[in-house]
C-alpha cells in the first residue's frame, strides 16, 4: 500500500512552520495513542502520525523528503533498532501525567475536585447567609495514613515494573521494533505492592465519608453561579493537596421580583383613575415598602427606576436598581351608574364607545345597517 502524503497525514501546509508541525502532531498524536484510542487501527495511524512528524520536524529530512517524496534513496525501512513509539518524550509526558509525575507514579497528587448544587430562595440569594452543609467525599484513612498497608507494615515496590507504574511492550512490526507502554496491571500504575493491606481501608489508602462543611454564601449571589471552597473535596493521593469543593446555586424564582443581573423588576397595576389624576401608592421592595408618586397622565407602560433598590452586587460593586412598570388595569362587571360615568367621560373628551355587550342578534342587526 502507497505511503500518504506526510502534509496530508499532519493536515499542514508545505510551508509550515516547525511549531505548526509540532502542534498537528500533538494533537493527532494524543488522538491515536494507543494507550488513549482503542480502535483496532489507532496503533498504525499513530505510527503514520509520528513517522510524518520525524520527517518534517526535522530541516534536513524534510528538504530531502520535497525533493524526492517517499523514494528518497536514503529512507529505510528495517532494523535500524527499536523506535520509542510509546515514550515520545514531553508528548507522551504533556498528554499523560507529565514529568517526573508521570515517571514517579509515587509522586504527590491533588484530590479531585467536588460539586455540590445548593437550592436558595430568591431572599436568600439577595441578601446571603451562613450555612452548613454535609457531602460524602474520599478521605485519609487514618488507621495507615493513608498508605494501604497495615500498620507496621509498609507498601513494597513492584516487582514486575521496578516501581515505575509502567511496562514496556515490544512488538516486531515492518517499520522495525516497537516499544509501547502500558499501565502495570499487577500494581495498577502505582508501582507498588501492599502485602498486608489495612483492614480500615481495603488497601485503599482512604475511606468515604460524610462531611458537615460551612459555606458562606454572598450576598448577590445568581443562579448558575458557583462559589469555590478550597481544600474541602477529594483527599490527594500519597500525600497531595486535597481538591476544592464548587457550590452551585440553584435560586427559586419569586412570585413578585424578576431578576436580570443586579437589577429588580415588577409589575404594579393600577386604575385609570390613578394614572389619570396622578396618585402616590405604597411600592414593595427588597427592603420593605416604599411611597412612590405617580404623575397624572401617566400611560401604561411606563417605567420607573428606583436606584439602589435592587440587588447588592456579589462582588461588592455597589447595587442594582428596581423597575417599575405600570399597568393599567380595565375593570369589569361595571355598575350601570359606571357605564353611564364613563359614556359621559367618553362624549366629553369627543369620543363615541362602541359598547360590544349586546345581544347576538343585536350585533348582526348593526351589521347589516353598516
Known amino acids: 500500500m502507497s505511503k500518504r502524503d506526510y502534509y496530508e497525514v499532519l493536515g499542514v501546509d508545505k510551508n509550515a512552520s516547525v511549531d505548526e508541525v509540532k502542534?498537528?502532531?500533538?494533537?493527532?498524536?494524543?488522538?491515536?495513542?494507543?494507550?488513549?484510542n482503542k480502535a483496532a487501527d489507532a496503533e498504525e495511524k499513530f505510527k503514520e502520525v509520528k513517522e510524518a512528524y520525524d520527517t518534517l520536524s526535522d530541516p534536513q529530512k524534510k528538504s530531502r523528503y520535497d525533493q524526492f517524496g517517499h523514494t528518497d534513496p536514503n529512507q529505510g525501512f528495517g532494523g535500524g533498532g527499536a523506535r520509542d513509539f510509546g515514550g515520545f518524550g514531553d508528548i507522551f509526558d504533556m498528554f499523560f501525567g507529565g514529568g517526573a509525575g508521570r515517571r514517579n507514579p509515587n509522586a504527590p497528587r491533588q484530590g479531585a475536585d467536588l460539586q455540590y448544587t445548593m437550592t436558595l430562595e430568591f431572599k436568600e440569594a439577595v441578601f446571603g447567609k451562613d450555612t452548613e452543609i454535609e457531602i460524602p467525599r474520599e478521605e485519609t484513612c487514618q488507621t495507615c495514613t493513608g498508605s494501604g498497608a497495615k500498620p507496621g507494615t509498609k507498601p513494597e515496590t513492584c516487582s514486575h515494573c521496578g516501581g515505575s507504574g509502567q511496562l514496556n511492550i515490544e512488538q516486531n512490526t515492518p517499520f522495525g521494533r516497537v516499544v509501547n507502554r502500558r499501565v502495570c496491571q499487577h500494581c495498577e500504575g502505582t508501582g507498588k505492592f501492599i502485602k498486608e493491606k489495612c483492614s480500615t481501608c481495603g488497601g485503599k489508602g482512604k475511606v468515604r465519608k460524610r462531611k458537615k462543611i460551612k459555606v458562606n454564601v454572598p450576598a448577590g449571589i445568581d443562579h448558575g453561579q458557583q462559589l469555590r471552597v478550597p481544600g474541602q473535596g477529594e483527599a490527594g493521593v500519597n500525600g497531595g493537596p486535597a481538591g476544592d469543593l464548587y457550590v452551585v446555586f440553584n435560586v427559586k424564582p419569586h412570585e413578585f421580583f424578576e431578576r436580570d443581573g443586579d437589577d429588580v423588576y415588577c409589575e404594579m397595576p393600577l386604575t385609570f383613575a390613578q394614572v389619570a389624576l396622578g396618585d402616590e401608592i405604597e411600592v414593595p421592595t427588597l427592603n420593605g415598602k416604599i411611597k412612590l408618586k405617580i404623575p397624572a397622565g401617566t400611560q401604561t407602560g411606563t417605567d420607573f427606576r428606583l436606584r439602589g433598590k435592587g440587588?447588592?452586587?456579589?462582588?461588592?460593586?455597589?447595587?442594582?436598581?428596581?423597575?417599575?412598570?405600570?399597568?393599567?388595569?380595565?375593570?369589569?362587571?361595571?355598575?350601570?351608574?359606571?357605564?353611564e360615568l364613563i359614556r359621559e367621560f367618553s362624549q366629553m373628551t369627543g369620543g363615541q364607545p362602541d359598547e360590544q355587550n349586546d345581544g347576538f342578534f343585536a350585533k348582526v342587526k348593526r351589521a347589516f345597517k353598516g
Open 23 to 36: 502542534k498537528a502532531y500533538r494533537k493527532l498524536a494524543r488522538k491515536y495513542h494507543p494507550d488513549v
Open 311 to 339: 440587588v447588592p452586587n456579589v462582588h461588592g460593586r455597589g447595587q442594582g436598581d428596581q423597575h417599575v412598570k405600570i399597568r393599567v388595569v380595565t375593570p369589569k362587571n361595571l355598575t350601570d351608574k359606571e357605564k
